[in-house]
């Protein structure tokens, strides 16, 4: 009880005054998983396979940039090949998320930086099905993006990167128009101090840097669709409703700062900042690896880890969806990972182990992205949701020849039904996405009659769908 009160608090207090939305059950629910990336589009779909019996529906992919390139490589072509063509099978959709490898071959020439957009261009031309392309990772770690500060300890890698990122914008909707091109992909954390061992910035240091780099450039349309989030806790151990309010970290909970920090850097100019879409392409929570699953896994878990159980993995990742659920300008989330990485030193946040096999956690997280879609894994205040019909079937002819009404439906979410014919009422909840059948129980005498059904969101109720059928004639029972 003591969790459940904590979590709706949050949910009240993360929501922005004046706004009527919320990211509902239109949310991306998907993996940030390169093990789909195989030679064949077998071997892809065995992979991704795994994804789908989770209940994911979307998958994030890397390709990575070297110097000197201005299109992947025949073998990375390949790999990307058979991930698009087995998603489509599956009914995936895919994301590539496109960076340089590591801080030793950071794009910062116009020669590089124009390489760089061409290569992401060229993905983009190749695979016309793709979702959205996610422009860079975490610039703000000097593990991805060096040189961090100039010489006086002024922001070197925000500038360089809003100049990476707007040129690979242009290259890419020179080629696609319409496909979204989603930026930065920022670490939720980062130290700002120019004379640390560790040279880093924290993503507030570096949004407000990028949009003054914007705005001085003086360019006249945007440079992303939507920006890339990396909303981890500080530690597997730390739940996702916990605010950085005192810090210039950004988790989850922090949605509210993330947008007013969005705003302050872009608003006014022709890139939508406290309007712009935020997509969480990687969260995840370590769970620890039991003694009987360890002969699938190889080195040492690090310190600073803190892995949860597998209870606390599935309850951190469905109060995850129920936070970014009633967010209004999030756009989708992406679990990181669907299956384990075997080296302990990497991410044991998979909802598979890593052989393939289940975690206990599974079928909880499952049952959350189901949840999300069906519109009833969190009430948010302000969000108002009407339900849309899949499916309609109206009493049949031979149905009617013996007076009997049967009206059968599927809504795209849950929804409250109220059916009515001949003063008789027939109520109930119907499980989005499955088709419902609604029997009158009394036969109805010869006549004229119409269906009234009206359909209501159970959890997040908006205006309710109404709809009456046409003059049904029922000429006597036999």
């Known amino acids: 009880m003591r969790r459940r009160v904590v979590l709706l608090a949050a949910l009240s207090a993360l929501l922005l005054p004046g706004r009527a939305a919320a990211g509902g059950p239109s949310l991306q629910i998907g993996a940030a998983e ?5 030679l064949t589009l077998v071997q892809s779909k065995a992979e991704l396979d795994l994804l789908k019996l989770a ?8 390709a990575t940039w070297r110097p000197g390139e201005t299109a992947p490589s025949a073998d990375d072509a390949t790999r990307l090949g058979s991930v698009v063509g087995a998603a489509a099978l599956d009914g995936f959709g895919v994301y590539v998320s496109v960076s340089q490898f590591g801080s030793g071959t950071t794009p910062l020439t116009d020669r590089a930086q124009s390489d760089f957009a061409h290569y992401a261009a060229s993905i983009a031309a190749q695979f016309p099905t793709l979702r959205a392309i996610i422009v860079g990772n975490e610039p703000n770690l000097n593990r991805f993006w060096l040189p961090q500060f100039n010489p006086d300890g002024s922001d070197a890698a925000a500038p360089a990167f809003e100049s990476l990122l707007a040129k690979t914008y242009d290259a890419i909707k020179a080629v696609r128009p319409k496909l979204e091109v989603i930026g930065v992909a920022l670490s939720p954390r980062g130290g700002d101090n120019p004379n640390s061992i560790r040279l880093t910035h924290s993503p507030t240091t570096f949004i407000r840097d990028l949009g ?10 945007p440079i992303m669709d939507a920006i890339g989030f990396h909303p981890y806790g500080d530690n597997s151990s730390q739940a996702p409703t916990v605010p950085h309010t005192n810090s210039t970290s950004i988790g989850i909970a922090d949605y509210g700062k993330l947008v007013s920090l969005l705003g302050e850097a872009f608003d006014g100019t022709a890139q939508p900042g406290s309007t712009l879409p935020i997509f969480y392409d990687e969260y995840g929570v370590e769970s620890a690896i039991p003694t009987a699953e360890s002969r699938f896994y190889t080195g040492t878990e690090k310190m600073t880890t803190q892995p949860v159980d597998e209870t606390t993995q599935a309850s951190y990742y469905r109060t995850a969806l129920a936070l970014a659920f009633c967010q209004p300008n999030v756009a989708g989330v992406m679990v990181f990972h669907a299956i384990d990485e075997s080296t302990l030193d990497g991410w044991q946040s998979g909802l598979y182990y890593a052989d393939g096999t289940p975690k206990s956690s599974l079928p909880g997280v499952r049952d959350a992205f189901a949840q999300v879609r069906r519109g009833v894994i969190a009430h948010c205040d302000g969000l108002q949701l009407t339900p849309k019909l899949r ?3 109206w009493p049949r002819a031979a149905q009617l020849q013996h007076g009997r009404i049967i009206v059968a439906f599927a809504c795209d979410i849950d929804c409250r039904y109220d059916a009515r014919v001949a003063r008789q009422t027939r109520t109930g909840v119907a499980v989005g996405g499955v088709k419902t059948t609604v029997t009158f129980p009394k036969r109805v005498a010869k006549g004229t009659y119409r269906v009234r059904l009206m359909l209501t969101a159970p959890v997040n109720p908006g205006p309710s ?3 009456q059928s046409p003059p049904l004639s029922v000429p006597g029972s036999s």
């Open 55 to 62: 209940g994911l529906s979307s998958v994030r992919v890397t």
């Open 212 to 221: 003054a780099a914007y705005r001085a450039s003086g360019r006249t349309t």
């Open 465 to 467: 769908r109404r709809r």
């Open 34 to 38: 390169d093990a789909v990336q195989k």
């Open 391 to 393: 499916y309609l079937l």
